[in-house]
């Protein structure tokens, strides 16, 4: 498998195996295959009745070639302390370790996280990055990190899972986790409540394998209980499916609906590694793409194509600063002031080193977004943060893989300056507000969690709604249009609450029509934006979708329109391309024109035209 399917095919024998790969890979794929015809031997032996040692002899499989660094800066492995006070913040804010190598040994590369619903933090790990060596076994690790105490500091570490290799991506749900493992998507759940993982699912399989560094990232559900991953270019991926194959090649955001084993390509588009989406309060869709820095909004380029087509070259959203980015997040927490409420966090790992912050604005029927002062900034070579969330207490959470030498391309992958054995969590607060109390999500009852739902905080929503996904369908629907019935018409929240209802039907995957159908005639532009969307997921369900997306369209609101004419390039036929073409009775602008061009030249290609 390590030969065959081998990660970083692309520097192997593709065309960046100049000039690194020609030196290290020649001595390591000979080992390897000795190393497999050692183990061949074996089988024949044992099957021929004989005698076999207990344990392999691989000491005449051959020797590495010696990989002399070209890193030339001086590597200072900086301990947590003196990191910590590298950090510069803005007036009022602190930062604080939450963790680290040094109380965890376990704590190596990690790459991505995320909280459980009863507040613990669950990462990957990734020592055996960029990929395998021969003769050393993998042991990439899933770990959870618990603040037992309250303190704002984990006291307990559990593995989760081990034996892994590059676990790049993890989510939450379903009773376990989701997690990478190129080419595979991975479910692995404790059964036994003592949170160690003892089912392994091979979920999705045909993910491609050409470049570790851009394999399978950034996982995160849905409003609507859809799962989202990356991967970047130089990528062919092929995934089957009851549905028939889904195919892309040269990076792609995926959609995969766990409950009916849908996997649809979200976005097709030129990336180089993209790495980072993140959702505002009304569904509305934020896409990063880490190696040029770029920001782009989800819904414009996110209309169906057909293979191998791609979306051509979309703006973006806002002026880059700085390049490579890891990880987004919108800030919704009462802990942190309320002027930046709404701002878009990027993580840089290069160059600059920190978090930078931007402040949305409307523009027509997207977005933009200009820089504000950076939430975090570190003049430590060594921090490299590749992951953000808000935690359950309001605070933000920043994941540090830790390392003095960073890029895949730039430097051998055996470089001896590649740090396998650290990795830390930061955590940043703010000192003029309290830390919020942390929901009770796991186990509460559903009339409770339906309560959740009116939560400030985007996060403790969507945990919440992850808790209900797990409960009882039959239950959580009755208690949930009971919950509905009951929201009261003069709340100026009421059309957001509804919202939050019409998830956590996707969530079920019970489709409503009446809820969606008094969502798309809402006073509120945003809700008729979001519930419009969920025509586009549910069109194969409901009773007449293009009727009500052809009044989307004549929307007054142009978020609205474009959420239709997005929705439209689901279709394949003349009544669907007549419908986006009435959307040009109205002011248009680039969003607007970028999106209809797609939907037409999608739809026009399906009807046996010229695009």
Partial sequence: FYDYRAVNGYYIYGDRKEPFGVVNFPAEFAKLRQMTANRDERI???????????????????????????????VHITPPE???????????????????????????????????????????????????????????????????????????????????????????????????????????????????????ELRLHGFDSADSHHALSAFEWGPGGDLYFMEGTFHHTQIETPYGPTRVKNAAVFRYEPRTEKVDIFVSYNFANPWGICWDKWGQTFVADASGGANYYGAAFSGDVDYPRKHPGLKQ??????????????????????GMQGDYLLNNCIGFQGTLQYKFKDEGSGFAADPVDPLLRSSDPNFRPVDLQIGPDGALYVLDWFNPLIGHMQHNIRDP????????????????????????????????????????????????????RDRDTAEVMEALDAWVAGLKADDPNVEHQKLEALWVKQHHDVVDEALLTALLDSPEP?????????????????????????????????????????ALSFFDNQQALDIAVESLIYDQDEYLEYTLNETMTTLQARLGGHP
């Fill in 526 to 566: 945003r809700a008729r934006a979001a519930a419009t969307r969920v025509v586009g997921v549910w069109r194969d369900r409901l009773t007449d979708p293009l009727a009500l997306l052809q009044t989307r369209v004549n929307d007054e609101h142009p978020r609205v329109r474009l959420e239709a004419v997005r």
């Fill in 417 to 468: 300056n590649r740090d396998k054995s650290h990795g830390r969590i930061w955590r940043i607060t703010y000192r003029g507000r309290p830390l919020l109390e942390p929901a009770q999500i796991a186990g509460a009852p559903i009339p409770h969690l339906l309560n959740l739902l009116k939560s400030y905080e985007d996060r403790t929503r969507s945990r919440t709604r992850r808790e209900l």
């Fill in 82 to 200: 003196e990191s910590r006070q590298l950090f510069s913040l803005p007036e009022g804010f602190e930062v604080n370790l939450y963790a680290s190598e040094v109380e965890f040994d376990n704590l190596q590369n990690p790459v991505s996280f995320t909280f459980d619903n009863r507040g613990r933090i669950w990462l990957g790990t990734n020592p055996s990055y960029p990929m395998y060596l021969p003769g050393t076994p993998v042991d990439d690790k899933v770990l959870i990190y618990e603040d037992v105490d309250g303190d704002g500091r984990a006291d307990a570490e559990t593995v989760f899972a081990r034996g892994l290799h590059l676990p790049t991506g993890i989510e939450l749900g379903d009773g376990g986790a989701y997690v990478s493992a190129q080419p595979n998507l991975l479910f692995l759940k404790d059964t036994d409540g003592d949170d160690r993982a003892d089912v392994q």
């Fill in 44 to 74: 024949w032996q044992v099957a021929a009745g004989e005698s076999v040692p207990e344990k392999i002899d691989d000491s005449t499989a051959g020797d590495f070639v010696e990989i002399e660094t070209n890193f030339k800066n001086e």
């Fill in 317 to 338: 959203f806002l002026v880059k600063q700085w390049r490579p980015t890891c990880g987004c997040e919108i800030v919704s927490s009462r802990h942190f002031p309320d």
